[in-house]
């Protein structure tokens, strides 16, 4: 299977992975045959790329890095715990943030969480990501398929696993990877408490506009922080999920110190708590690799580039190191354009990620440099290290 984008769809073109709606069903199943229809209604949901398959990639599968129905029910616990705070804030008049604040602080929102069958999900669907990210030695890369506007729910569980993959290799034991589970799957609780316009228009925000979306890690925590179910580092990591290291985030200006981010590393006052700092990187990737209502998806290479000059001023060093080490620069399956070599403009797909150097995957060559199909050939480029490429979506 490869990385198709939307508009290049034609019927008879046979689905590589399933499209999951922002309610955790499945719209569209892997293995389904695209008719005309389909791909009308993918554009209009507002779908970007999808993966597809044929005889010369049927053998290339992309895995998820949880398991599809576990990933569902997340998606389904997100949703169902996040509509409390919106049902509950209906009735306000205003959406002044003091007024937001004293809403919550009035206790009917932390009324119909404690103790309910909602919070107890997302404790239980948290134990599970962290069962099945810690059976996998490395992890896709890849994020599932979002639209703009229902980037929230899918966004939480992909920072969740991701999180959970790089504080697994700091050596942060079971409990506390569940701590922090919870915490990333409800991390953006605070974003449905604002007027989701603000993050779903295609245009510039005003300074006031942006000082309101800034305000979302507070909100989120003083909806959570007294709920024994959720737990105060799960809170705290909602709070912390956009401090830098350089002191300019948002919401209290935290600091790092970009050393490694170990369980026993010391928290001194007016610092980041060590998950915080692993989710703010998570935050980060996925939100660069996913589509926003202002841009297309930047590629996974691509978000690296952009990472690399972050590091050490918004995320932690350390952090951003053990990321490379477990997220391939050019992810299973995705479509690559050859930029330097006999083979420059060639198009391919990734077919074999080479553990031992992730940045230098297989690449199945499927177009020449005229977007012509040709008969496949397999480039390895640990092998051939005067080949470059980078990421491309046709």
Do not use: W
Request: with cysteine; hydrophobic share 40%.
């Amino acid at each position: 299977m490869y990385r198709l984008s939307v508009d290049s769809l034609k019927p008879g073109m046979v689905l590589g992975r399933a499209i999951i709606s922002d309610s955790g069903t499945v719209l569209l199943n892997r293995g389904v045959k695209l008719t005309q229809f389909y791909i009308d209604q993918l554009k209009k949901l507002g779908y970007d790329t999808v993966f597809i398959e044929d005889a010369d990639t049927s053998d290339i599968v992309v895995e998820d890095d949880i398991n599809e129905k576990t990933r569902r029910k997340a998606i389904q616990h997100i949703r169902a715990l996040f509509s409390v705070p919106v049902s509950e804030m209906k009735g306000l008049k205003k959406t002044t943030v003091s007024e937001i604040k004293r809403e919550i602080e009035r206790g009917r929102i932390k009324d119909k969480l404690v103790n309910s069958r909602l919070t107890k999900n997302i404790a239980a669907v948290s134990y599970q990501i962290v069962d099945e990210v810690l059976d996998n030695k490395m992890l896709s890369g890849l994020v599932s398929f979002k639209r703009h506007s229902d980037f929230t729910y899918k966004h939480c569980v992909d920072v969740t696993v991701l999180s959970v993959a790089i504080a697994d290799k700091f050596l942060y034991d079971k409990n506390k990877l569940v701590e922090l589970a919870k915490g990333t799957l409800l991390h953006d609780i605070g974003r449905v408490l604002i007027n989701k316009s603000l993050y779903e228009e295609p245009r510039k925000l005003t300074k006031e506009e942006f000082e309101l979306i800034k305000t979302h890690p507070t909100l989120g925590y003083i909806t959570l922080k007294d709920i024994a179910e959720i737990g105060i580092i799960a809170a705290h990591i909602v709070y912390q999920h956009h401090e830098q290291q350089n002191g300019q985030g948002y919401p209290r200006g935290l600091k790092g110190d970009n050393t490694m981010p170990l369980p026993k590393k010391e928290i001194k006052k007016g610092y980041i708590m060590p998950l915080a700092e692993i989710v703010y990187a998570a935050n980060v990737y996925d939100a660069l690799v996913s589509p926003r209502a202002y841009r297309s998806a930047y590629t996974p290479d691509q978000a690296f580039f952009i990472m690399k000059r972050m590091a050490g001023t918004h995320i932690n060093k350390e952090v951003l190191k053990m990321m490379f080490d477990i997220i391939p620069a050019y992810p299973l399956g995705t479509t690559v354009i050859i930029s330097t070599g006999r083979f420059k403009n060639y198009i391919g797909v990734v077919s074999k990620i080479n553990e031992d150097n992730l940045s230098r995957p297989v690449i199945r060559v499927l177009f020449n440099d005229r977007r012509k199909r040709i008969e496949p050939f397999e480039i390895d480029l640990s092998a051939n290290p005067h080949i470059n490429i980078s990421g491309i979506i046709i």
